[in-house]
């Protein structure tokens, strides 16, 4: 077995991720949110610092290539395709 956490990136650190799905992550204990994205630097970088989150970026295609388990999409509903595309890929 491994000891490797889960390795998660965030893509929008506004409003849903810090209401429903920060404290979900942080709760998991074999999860680790290890980069964080938002097109608001001053909002990304606030959500990195509480959450203990390493890397921050504004742009997602920067946030995709990282080496990840899993991407939490939380931005508002009608910009879920790039963001979720650029992921898959």
């Known amino acids: 077995m491994s000891n490797r ?4 990136g965030i ?3 506004g409003g849903i991720f810090r209401w429903a799905h ?5 709760n998991l204990p074999d999860a680790k ?3 964080g994205c938002d097109v608001n ?3 990304a970088a606030t959500a990195a ?8 970026f504004t742009e997602y295609r920067d946030l995709v290539i990282l080496d990840l388990d899993a991407v ?3 931005t508002p509903n009608r910009v879920h395709p790039l963001p979720s595309v650029a992921a898959l890929l």
Request: aromatic share 10%; charged share 30%; net charge positive.
């Open 33 to 35: 949110m290890v980069a």
């Open 22 to 26: 920060a404290g979900g992550w942080k």
């Open 41 to 43: 630097e001053k909002t």
């Open 11 to 13: 893509i929008g650190a």
């Open 5 to 8: 956490k889960f390795r998660v």
């Open 49 to 56: 610092r509480e959450y203990n989150i390493p890397k921050v």
């Open 72 to 74: 939490d999409i939380c």
